[in-house]
DNA sequence: GTGAAAGCGCTAACAA
DNA sequence: TTGTTAGCGCTTTCAC
């Protein structure tokens, strides 16, 4: 059992002051080559390493990012923690993880118990209830105490920061385009319900493509899934919604879902009714995760970049810390996603 | 902007000692009523909280736990880290996760930037490239200095300290043990090389269950496939061996995948030879992810339980950490799995 | 009932 | 060239 050495241990030993010590790791030449030469071996021999916790207590900042993510099962926010993980280790910080689990109280505390000293900052995507409560006077409070946040996928006009987002609208309204490309005119959108602004902007994309090219949008063809809905739920609504429509007469020729969930349960009440996927109806998806690639035919998919989106906050956020940007101008950074096309879609 | 409060502002403030502040709301008694409520109150206004990093400094504790996982992007170990982190925060820890991305290097720079103060012990599941060097100095060095360390699912003998492991040979036992009592005897084992701990557990628990049933395990029905194949060659080389074997007139009628992602490329090469599942052919996965509900059929699989992997990590280290079990008696926790029958089998 | 002082580990300005 | 001191924010012992 090594005992973790600190200065005053290496200098009693030693027999010169803490300050000496100090400035002989720091290969100071102040001090006589001879006290350094000694002290250095003598640090390295017993392994010494600089205490974090004074260092930050000093320098008044820790090297650490919070990062407070809604759900980390969620295949996106594992990417994009990867991506900031990466970053901030570059940078030389290192991240620590809060998980919100879409619940307000959640996001409060677990930023409440970051914020008095543990973190320099936070990247944070707000949890869907907090984006329904429409209440964050967290952030605001935290900002108006002079630390910084950056809002990444999930972000709000009333918090003044820096900002990444995906263009939801424009993704949605390219793979929408895709769609028409492919000839297909009655697409069958499935999102979220509004308050998600995430899924509101998707659909707001596809109503865009729609409207760009002559094509008349019916309420018909949006099917709006509760998302608190577990994956058989999921199915099922969107199984009853398919067949309401061709019970109709109502001929869809291709679906765009929201995320790979959506998607991948609509290629399998398709594939319950027998058509053929891309040949019958084409397919696309948001969210490039696990599901897309496995799926039976592999779905193309909007690739939203969550590695990129982690970098980019990281990298924003420490940007400010060390004032390399300007004091009080905050951006928008959008990170730009691209179509993987995969066997859904020609 | 509020400025951040400290005890000296407020000792300046109101014009008492810092240390009266300090008694005060800790609602001592020694401090008379009055100036203890005259005290709250201006905390209470100004918003103050005590700064973590100078109690760390002074407790010599930071109350934070280092999660060190080989791939954050991977089902099984989000699971993890969502367990982590709720075990936590129930008892005021907070987690910072550094990812290994299963290299060496990368798991050895992760831990030395967090002992030096950041946390107060580590909860590690090791990086494939340390297992493959078998190199745990790192490991050791920590401990030596009195730090704690769990291990977790990736564990190993060579580091003595508390260890948390679901028995992989016994649930690949018992999930061989289905499919046999499916009056399956042709089980092919999709399996990882053998220098990855897991896989080798598993298929010594699919041996072990055909010995006891007096079933001949042959050489042929084991596939070892490289891990750093991705899904396009896990799937080729699935297919390639399937091929052959029934080319040479060998009949399989189960399939067991030591995970999801081998079990769903499986799936998807049975379907092309136009077999049914369970009807011709029985699957079993190990992992209880996405993909297992969203395949279809959906995958029967054994749940690992991560979530409650992660638990019992943290829980064993904070136990440790706050000296509730016995000093230098280490013990391993096995999690048991379950089997979850969904449609793959009968 | 209140406050001064020491100390956690470190840095840096200053003194010797 | 080396050492002393103050201070980061907090707790705690001890003195007043």
Redesign the interface.
Known sequence: ????MTLKKIAKELDVSISTVSKALKDDKNVSQETREKIQAFAKFY?Y??????L??KNQR?K?IGLIIPD??H?FF??V??GA??AA?IRGY??????SNESFEKEV??M???????VDGFVVSIAKETLLLQDYHHLN?II???MPIVLFDRVVDEVECDKIVVDDKESAKNATQQLIDDKRENILLLTTLDHINIGRERTKGYLEALQQNQIEARPELILKIQDNAN?EEQEKVIEAHINRLMDGGMSIDAIFGVNE?YA??AL?VI?KLDLKVPEDLSVISFSN???S????PKLTTVDQHGVDLGIAAVNTLIDRLEEKVDEDAFFTKVIKTNLIKRESTF
């Open positions: 059992m090594k005992p973790k392994n390493r600089p205490n974090n916790i004074a930050s207590l820790t650490t980390i099962v295949h594992a990417k923690i990867a993980e990466q280790n290192i991240v620590v993880i809060g998980v505390i677990n409440e118990m970051m914020v008095n000293g543990s409070e108006s105490q002079g994956e969930m991948v349960a399998n594939r995760g696990v599901l690639k496995y799926s039976r």
